[in-house]
């Protein structure tokens, strides 16, 4: 198979014209994304379809999408920083219209919690939203404050050149989230997962406190 790309903690390769295949090299079990993706898609959501796959539990089968991802298509100057920001929030917006999947709780809703520019793939469709992995279901408060974490992340990184653009994409983004931000509890909660995430290096680490910080000065 031909390796279209690899990230943190993922690759992903051409199964054929219309499919891929992303294998997580860490063992992470698929099933549940697999889930949650057939869930939100069945609902309307963008997300792209997902094949039943008889390989590893580590590999999740989906349909392979046309177009460069939000952030590339940034870098690039086809769309600007503001018009991220507020595609991420509607897309944000939109999700925590679909109810719970499993949880019991009314207010519970699917959540994402790793929705940034990297996992938007622009397609002729419109924008799809790809790495499920992090999902879970609880407040979309929580949700919008991840968002809003991990693009100020970027923008208070001094050494990045990419930070007035972050700052920029997340101006727009808490004034297309509006009422539904939570500048509380949520924003504390999502900087403690944010700092247990394996993913994320100890350098990022060390900048969320001062991404939690300016997303209040923000509001």
Same mark, same amino acid.
């Given at each position: ?6 990230? /943190? ?13 992303? #294998?997580? /090299?860490?063992?992470? +079990?698929?099933? *549940? ?20 796959? &008889?390989?590893?539990?580590? +590999?999740?089968? @989906?349909?392979?999408?046309?177009? !460069?991802? =939000? ?15 507020? $595609?991420?929030? *509607? ?9 719970? *999947?499993?949880?019991? +709780?009314?207010? &519970? /809703?699917?959540?994402?919690? +790793? ?5 938007? =793939?622009?397609? !002729?469709?419109?924008? =799809? ?6 999902? #879970? ?7 919008? %404050? =991840? ?33 539904? @931000?939570?500048? $509380?509890?949520?924003?504390? #909660? %999502? ?27 923000? /509001?």
């Amino acid at each position: 198979m031909e390796l279209l790309g690899s990230g /943190r903690s993922a690759d992903v390769y051409a199964i054929d014209e219309g499919r891929v295949l992303r #294998r997580y /090299r860490s063992g992470i +079990d698929t099933r *549940r994304e697999i889930a949650v993706m057939a869930y939100v898609g069945a609902r309307g959501y963008p997300v792209p379809e997902v094949y039943p796959g &008889d390989g590893p539990v580590t +590999d999740l089968v @989906m349909a392979r999408l046309s177009g !460069p991802t =939000m952030f590339r298509a940034m870098i690039e100057g086809t769309i600007t920083a503001e018009e991220a920001g507020h $595609t991420l929030a *509607r897309l944000l917006l939109r999700l925590h219209r679909i109810p719970a *999947r499993v949880s019991a +709780d009314p207010g &519970d /809703r699917v959540l994402h919690l +790793d929705l940034h520019p990297e996992n938007v =793939m622009l397609t !002729p469709r419109g924008p =799809m939203v790809i790495d499920w992995c992090n999902a #879970r279901e609880g407040p979309p408060g929580l949700d919008c %404050a =991840m968002s809003a974490l991990i693009l100020a992340q970027v923008a208070v990184d001094g050494e990045s050149a990419l930070a007035p653009a972050a700052r920029a994409g997340l101006v727009a983004l808490l004034d297309g989230l509006g009422a539904a @931000m939570d500048f $509380t509890g949520a924003l504390d #909660r %999502a900087g403690a997962l944010r700092a247990a995430d394996r993913g994320v290096n100890e350098r990022e680490k060390g900048l969320i406190d001062q991404a939690v910080a300016l997303v209040r000065e923000l /509001r």
